[in-house]
T-cell receptor, first 116, second 113 residues
Framework: AQKVTQAQTEISVVEKEDVTLDCVYETRDTTYYLFWYKQPPSGELVFLIRRNSFDEQNEISGRYSWNFQKSTSSFNFTITASQVVDSAVYFCALSDGETSGSRLTFGEGTQLTVNP | DARVTQTPRHKVTEMGQEVTMRCQPILGHNTVFWYRQTMMQGLELLAYFRNRAPLDDSGMPKDRFSAEMPDATLATLKIQPSEPRDSAVYFC???????????FGPGTRLTVL
């Protein structure tokens, strides 16, 4: 069975601090995809990144970076120099690849609050 | 700019009433997902379709929920009769079969009094 764990329920930081959101996953599939979504107070789910199980290269996009480590089944997300607009709930998700139509299993989410 | 649309965006109803939520997937997408978000359960998959055929609806309470795709441009999720515990945000997402990317609609916020 698929499982995603985001152990941090809430994180509060002051603007310009760096913050890392943790994500640990479980799967028996050899091919799978990992995602991060942002849910701002308006409620929509905003796609941030997708990573497949064969690509362990870290990725950086502006202030965002992701660290994928298969050895520890982790896919952590770091925001550098956080801003108030980064305040949102962040979800890590796992897709079961080709076996079952790519449905997503979500983690519980991490509420990030960035204070001015 | 292709998007998944959902109607209504908000729905308030009384217990026992029928509720119908609609989703228009992105044109050309052949996979449609229904997710529900609650404070207690988080985001969970209710059902999904490929080429309009249901592949898995094991996440839905069978006695009161039903999901259909009357045609390729419309997916519906019905609750009859509704109960207060059904209060949640219901998201629809669409994508291509065997491709990992899903595109989410804005959600329908349902409140059952």
């Amino acid at each position: 069975a698929q499982k995603v764990t985001q152990a941090q329920t809430e994180i509060s930081v002051v603007e310009k601090e760096d913050v890392t959101l943790d994500c640990v996953y479980e799967t028996r599939d050899t091919t799978y995809y990992l995602f991060w979504y942002k849910q701002p107070p308006s409620g929509e789910l905003v796609f941030l990144i997708r990573r497949n199980s064969f690509d362990e290269q870290n990725e950086i996009s502006g202030r965002y970076s992701w660290n994928f480590q298969k050895s520890t089944s982790s896919f952590n997300f770091t925001i550098t120099a956080s801003q108030v607009v980064d305040s949102a709930v962040y979800f890590c998700a796992l897709s079961d690849g080709e076996t079952s139509g790519s449905r997503l299993t979500f983690g519980e989410g991490t509420q990030l609050t960035v204070n001015p | 700019d292709a998007r998944v649309t959902q109607t209504p965006r908000h729905k308030v109803t009384e217990m026992g009433q029928e509720v119908t939520m609609r989703c228009q997937p992105i044109l050309g997408h052949n996979t449609v997902f229904w997710y529900r978000q609650t404070m207690m359960q988080g985001l969970e998959l209710l059902a999904y379709f490929r080429n309009r055929a249901p592949l898995d609806d094991s996440g839905m309470p069978k006695d009161r929920f039903s999901a259909e795709m009357p045609d390729a441009t419309l997916a519906t999720l019905k609750i009859q009769p509704s109960e207060p515990r059904d209060s949640a945000v219901y998201f629809c997402a669409s994508g291509f079969a065997l491709r990992p990317q899903q595109f989410f609609g804005p959600g329908t916020r349902l409140t059952v009094l």
